[in-house]
């Protein structure tokens, strides 16, 4: 399991720029990547970027070209850099650990709290 926190979220207006955080107890050889969603009451949690190590970064369209994911690694730390935020945007972003299993497979190992995130337009 990995251990996560999201930190950075916060109320901002229409057009503005938050950065998110990720801090992981541990990224190592076991740890096949981060992942960021949101989530608004109702709706179902949904992928905002994926970043697997040592490939590609993956965003949703609505993230792409405002969205930047970013990887610390003397921290631990992934960050969700945010600009031109909308109001479609609010929402309770986390963030996930995916962790290969001896049999070379994928898992999800670990969630965040969440952070919310407001934007007032």
């Known amino acids: 399991q990995v251990q996560l926190a999201e930190s950075g979220g916060g109320l901002v207006q229409a057009g503005g720029s938050l950065r998110l955080s990720c801090a992981a107890s541990?990224?190592?050889?076991?740890?096949?990547?981060i992942g960021w969603f949101r989530q608004t009451p109702g709706k179902e949690r949904e992928l905002v970027a994926g970043?697997?190590?040592?490939?590609?970064?993956e965003y949703a369209d609505f993230a792409k070209g405002r969205f930047t994911v970013s990887r610390d690694s003397a921290d631990n730390k992934v960050y969700l850099d945010m600009k031109n935020l909308q109001s479609a945007d609010t929402a309770a972003y986390f963030c996930?650990?995916?962790?290969?299993?001896?049999?070379?497979?994928?898992?999800?190992?670990?969630w965040g709290q969440g952070t919310q995130v407001t934007v007032s337009s």
């Open positions: 541990k990224i190592d050889r076991s740890v096949a990547g």
């Open positions: 970043l697997r190590f040592g490939a590609s970064i």
């Open positions: 996930n650990a995916v962790c290969w299993t001896p049999a070379g497979t994928k898992v999800v190992c670990g």
